[in-house]
């Protein structure tokens, strides 16, 4: 089974009709059906929230709100606790490719995983050169 990191602007995806939407959900869809396992750091849910909350195309209420918070416990993703290796991976990758620590994570997630790191984050993309670091639009379900 292959394993994926989603970073929240892919997850945020799932969510509110964007760009690339059907890339996160065709992922969605691969991890439903076992086809790809899917790690998130524990902020995850914060952030796909606060992306929610503040999107301009759509004002969410607090019972939405409530809603995407419940789906995304449903999707029992593999969730990562802040472990020391973790964070000291993302303290390198933030100083590394001038990324917030919010960012590095998922990167640093992704590598100690082994992982291919799904983002639609343009810096991510732009700073980040790493050959497991890939735009959603370059998902293909399996």
């Not at 959900?25 to 691969?30: A, P, Q, T």
């Not at 969410?60 to 990562?80: D, G, H, P, R």
Request: zero cysteines; proline letters at 2%.
């Amino acid at each position: 089974m292959a394993r994926v990191v989603a970073d929240a602007s892919v997850i945020v995806k799932l969510f509110v009709n964007e760009v690339y939407t059907n890339k996160a959900l065709e992922l969605i869809n691969d991890y439903a059906s076992e086809t790809i396992a899917i790690a998130v750091p524990s902020l995850l849910v914060y952030e796909v929230l606060n992306g929610v909350r503040f999107n301009t195309s759509k004002k969410f209420s607090s019972e939405e709100l409530k809603k995407v918070a419940e789906t995304i416990q449903e999707y029992n993703f593999t969730v990562m606790q802040p472990s020391q290796n973790l964070l000291e991976e993302a303290i390198k990758m933030s100083h590394k490719y001038s990324l917030t620590i919010y960012d590095a994570i998922y990167v640093a997630l992704a590598s100690i995983q082994n992982a291919v790191l799904y983002t639609a984050d343009m810096n991510i993309i732009k700073n980040v050169k790493l050959p497991f670091v890939k735009h959603i639009k370059d998902f293909v379900s399996r």
